[in-house]
């Protein structure tokens, strides 16, 4: 079109063929479009939802009139049985949402962010990285990423470079945990809890950071006559439907646990022949353990000895089918100096009363086994030599890393040490989600490049030279995922239900493109459908069949009776000879937190943190339904012991100065008889302080502003518990 | 004063081509007073103030700044189903229905039936949404030039009635004075249009 003085692109143009008659089409009119638009079919899809948390749970997708109309749980998918949780309804949102990524976004001299296309950012990013592998060589790239079913095709990538630093955000969360287990049973088992008779739960808060299959066993196992005790800081959702919680002193479970081994094993509690025939290392043990009776623990953690001795004897009386839940990120995820040793007390006292692979006990779950590539004849790049910058798994640094979880939040640290000097972030936002936030930013800052795969500008984003879209979970085709083991193997995956709204990419496109500008495009020579029937190959299931179903079980159904574990030994290891060759204690034992409330001081409390059930982490915050659900139910706010509060003049509601060593912050206060009296407690997922973020930014605080950088020498958690703040009132 | 479709059209277009990404050629037909010309010819007796497009030095990288600062940054929203909601289906039990500050609701699914059926094609150039404010413009546009007065109000209060708000927004989030000023222009033009076809009928 011509205006003489501006002959401009056409922003509608003609596509060819003739015009339809608009008055008889009967769709010119809002109004009248509308009639006929709703009364379209609605399809029905199952996909996979892959939004904001770990479950990853079996959904069916409703499109109308390509678009999302509703997601409802998909019954057969073990770990949502039939069932979506706020979180998951309320992510949907963000495939709507204004503050999703449109394009790829390249940094400007400014600071700001300018559009542009993908062959541009591919172009410019490989040249950049190949100049700092020619430079620094391969081992000065990372990855880290949020672990989804495409996690091994990131690994795949970073191997054809040459680099071994793939990381997830577990230091953060669960390695404490995940590597305990594994150092004594040789995996992370699984409750059996719906077929249990007695269930403590310590520290983990299935309701709140929720697991759906495990709210609906807890309830069954309930119905059926199972008794709950919680034990916890705090009065959590779980604790609700519980018949007892123990409101520990924060940091010490290992003590608990410990003083319930020296119960179990002073009389003779424990099941002898599991002992003898399915564990190592029980004779070191009874010389430990002497050392923590009740009437020890009970100054320690708090709870009286007299309910020490009883929840001991009960545990035991309904072995095997009793469990200690294996519990998650709260008391010994991530939080303590002591956490991998509590996770091995943990592991310990379901292993003397014998309910490991026992009904109503603990079991390991069956994961199907997939194919490789390598049968599809696409050889695997190898190994990078180079060793861990982060040191996981290495003996001297952190031996019980493990080697695809690494140390997240140690890339800042080795940034600015100048050893990693560029790297991608994937559907996580260590900025938020690590602690000490003024570091973390530093050390990002320092690297020469940062590239950030995401559907939104997290705090991370804001901070990356470059930012790619990733398609939203409901536009694209993702890997197929094991995540929905449990007494049989199930396969699920994400697939594409709508078109993608905005010019972005699923993962497996962005490796694509990147791997060609660095000369590894040979090693990605194949498309994800391809690849996901490779995968499925094994297991005699069509690729067609798994997007028609969307959940397949596959494999044979889990029985009673034990399993070799993964250990050296094949049996459950109560003494460690790893532990020990290491230099780290192979019993657990006994020791206290690394940092302490002053008694003297009314201001100073243990800061904890833990989540809410419509929100994750940082990921949800954005989203303006679970904002409001948050501001309606007044869910923001600093748990505080009403009697400590009161002896600081405080009132329910009033707002108070947090301060630890490096992060202040105000928020007002909730004054409950639900909460350990040297604790205040902090729900996660607030604290949002990217610009683009709207709905979220500047709402409530996050813990990891206040927390300090740490490493636990074990595992290299973050010990996200370690932290003592004052509280005053504003 | 009463103009032929055919200067309507073309309003309507300069208008969309002023909330497009600012470029090279916009910048010139802006420094070179042609914008301000065409407007003002047809904005007669300062019924919107102009003076923001004349006798100033534009450069293209300032415009972009202000483009980016005022959509971008402050994220006013240009699209249509940001400001109603997301769907009125009743069949919809997604917590989106109702919903405002959406992306693709109804008003969005018509827009594409509308461009299907006259067998257009959006640019992807400025957004993939088909209810962004510039298409609609467009759209209007070529409404003015090809068919009749009828389908341009029907389109106008169907499409257009959400301008009076964007203004709003755009003045409570500080954006630019450029933007902001198009906007109301753009506000100016689309009421008065309404009131026009209204009187016409």
């Known amino acids: 079109m011509n205006h003489k003085g501006i002959t401009r692109r056409t922003f509608l143009k003609a596509a060819g063929g003739a015009a339809t008659a608009l008055s008889a089409s009967g769709v010119f009119g809002f109004e009248e479009w509308k009639k006929k638009s709703y009364a379209s079919a609605i399809e029905k899809i199952p996909t996979q939802c892959q939004g904001c948390c770990a479950n990853r749970c ?59 296309s993908w062959e541009q950012a591919f172009r410019e990013i490989t040249m950049k990285l190949n100049l700092l592998i020619m430079d620094h060589g391969p081992q000065s790239l990372f990855w880290l990423q949020y672990p989804l079913a495409n996690a091994p095709l990131v690994f795949r990538f970073m191997h054809a470079l040459g680099s071994p630093n793939t990381i997830s955000h577990g230091t953060t969360c669960f390695v404490a945990r995940n590597g305990a287990f594994k150092m004594t049973s040789g995996g992370l088992p699984d409750n059996d809890l719906k077929n249990s008779k007695y269930i403590i739960i310590i520290g983990r808060n299935p309701c709140g950071g929720i697991k759906l299959y495990q709210m609906k066993d807890l309830v069954e196992a309930k119905e059926k006559g199972a008794k709950i005790v919680v034990v916890d800081p705090r009065h959590n959702e779980t604790a609700a439907i519980a018949d007892e919680w ?3 002193k924060p940091g010490t479970d290992l003590a608990f646990l410990l003083s319930m081994l020296n119960v179990i094993i002073n009389e003779e509690l424990y099941d002898l022949e599991f002992i003898e025939n399915y564990t190592v290392g029980f004779d070191n043990l009874l010389d430990e353990i002497i050392m923590y009776p009740p009437e020890w623990a009970e100054k ?159 705090e991370t984003a804001a901070l990356s030279d470059y930012i790619l879209p990733e398609s939203f979970y409901l536009e694209r085709d993702d890997s197929v995922d094991t995540v ?36 590894v495009s040979r090693f990605f020579n194949f498309t994800q459908d391809e690849y996901n029937q490779l995968k499925l190959n094994p297991l005699g299931i069509s690729l067609t069949d798994l997007k028609r179903e969307g959940v397949i079980e ?109 992060g202040r912050g105000e928020i007002a206060v909730k004054l409950t008889e639900g909460l350990h009296p040297s604790a205040v407690w902090l729900p996660s997922g607030y604290g949002v302080f990217s610009k683009y973020l709207h709905t979220a930014k500047n709402i409530g605080l996050s813990y990891n502003d206040f927390v300090p950088t740490y490493f636990d020498p074990i595992v290299g958690h973050a010990m996200t518990s370690e932290v003592i703040v004052r509280v005053k009132k504003v | 004063m009463l103009y032929s479709f055919e200067v309507k059209s073309e309003i309507s ?17 802006l420094n070179s007073n042609y914008i ?109 030039t090809n068919y009749s007065k009828r389908e341009a109000l029907q389109f106008i209060t169907d499409h257009l009635d959400w301008t009076s708000d964007l203004y709003s927004e755009s003045r409570k989030a500080g954006i630019s004075e450029f933007y902001g000023e198009v906007i109301g222009t753009v506000d100016f033009f689309v009421e008065n249009e309404k009131a026009g076809l209204d009187a016409y009928n």
């Open chain 2, 36 to 144: 301000f010309e065409r407007l003002s010819d047809f904005f007669l007796d300062n019924q919107v103030r102009l003076y923001f497009l004349r006798d100033r030095n534009f450069s293209e990288e300032e415009l972009s700044d202000d483009y980016y600062y005022s959509f971008f940054e402050k994220k006013v929203s240009l699209i249509e189903s940001f400001y109603k909601p997301w769907t009125e289906d009743r069949e919809c039990r997604s917590v989106m229905a109702g919903e405002k500050g959406l992306l693709m609701g109804d008003h969005a699914l018509h827009m594409k039936a509308l461009y299907e059926m006259y067998n257009l094609e959006i640019s992807f150039d400025i957004s993939t949404q088909p209810d962004h404010l510039v298409f609609e413009l467009d759209f209007l546009s070529f409404l003015y």
């Open chain 1, 484 to 519: 929905h083991g449990g007494k049989k193997a199930q396969i699920t995956l994400v697939q594409k239900v709508l078109d993608p709204m905005h010019d972005t990419k699923p993962l497996f496109e962005i490796i694509k493109g990147l791997s060609t500008g660095l000369g």
């Open chain 2, 13 to 29: 277009k300069l208008l969309a081509c002023l909330l497009s990404p600012p470029d090279r050629e916009i910048t010139d037909a």
């Open chain 1, 58 to 116: 079996g959904i069916y997708a409703y499109v109308k009139n390509g678009r999302i109309w509703k997601i409802e749980g998909n019954p057969k998918a073990h770990n949502n049985v039939g069932s979506v949780c706020p979180r998951g309804h309320g992510y949907i949102h963000e495939l709507y949402d204004p503050d999703r990524i449109k394009q790829p976004l390249k940094r400007t001299e400014n600071g700001t962010f300018t559009p542009v």
């Open chain 1, 554 to 662: 596959t494999g044979e159904e889990w029985k009673e009776g034990f399993k070799p574990c993964k250990t050296p030994s094949k049996k459950i290891e109560i003494f460690s000879d790893r532990l020990e060759a290491w230099g780290i204690a192979p019993l657990p034992r006994w020791r206290e937190p690394l940092v302490s409330p002053d008694p003297d001081d009314a201001t100073s409390f243990r800061l904890l943190h833990g989540k809410q059930s419509v929100h994750t982490n940082a990921m949800t915050a954005n989203i303006p339904i679970l904002m409001e659900m948050s501001r309606h139910y007044n869910m923001i706010r600093l748990w505080m012991n009403r009697e400590r509060g009161e002896r600081l003049d405080l009132k329910d509601g009033d707002l108070v100065i947090v301060e630890s060593d490096i």
């Open chain 1, 300 to 458: 320690v953690c708090d709870i009286p000895k007299e309910k020490i001795y009883r929840i001991a004897r009960e545990l035991a009386s309904h072995a095997p089918t009793a469990l200690i839940h294996r519990g998650y990120h709260g008391a010994y995820g991530a939080g303590y100096i002591n956490s991998f040793q509590t996770a091995r007390a943990v592991a310990i006292v379901n292993a003397v009363i014998g309910n490991y692979e026992r009904s109503g006990g603990l079991f390991m779950p069956y994961k199907a086994k997939l194919g490789s590539l390598q049968e599809g004849g696409h050889p695997a790049p190898g190994i990078p030599t180079a060793p861990k910058a982060d040191g996981a798994g290495i003996p001297g640094r952190y031996p019980v890393a493990s080697y695809s979880n690494g140390i997240s939040h140690a890339v800042p640290e080795l940034a600015l040490a100048g050893e990693l000097k560029a790297g991608f972030i994937y559907h996580t936002n260590p900025v938020r989600t690590n602690p000490n936030p003024k570091r973390v930013i530093a050390g990002y800052k320092k690297l020469d490049l940062l590239v950030t795969i995401d559907c939104v500008i997290s």
């Open chain 1, 246 to 248: 123990l409101s520990i």
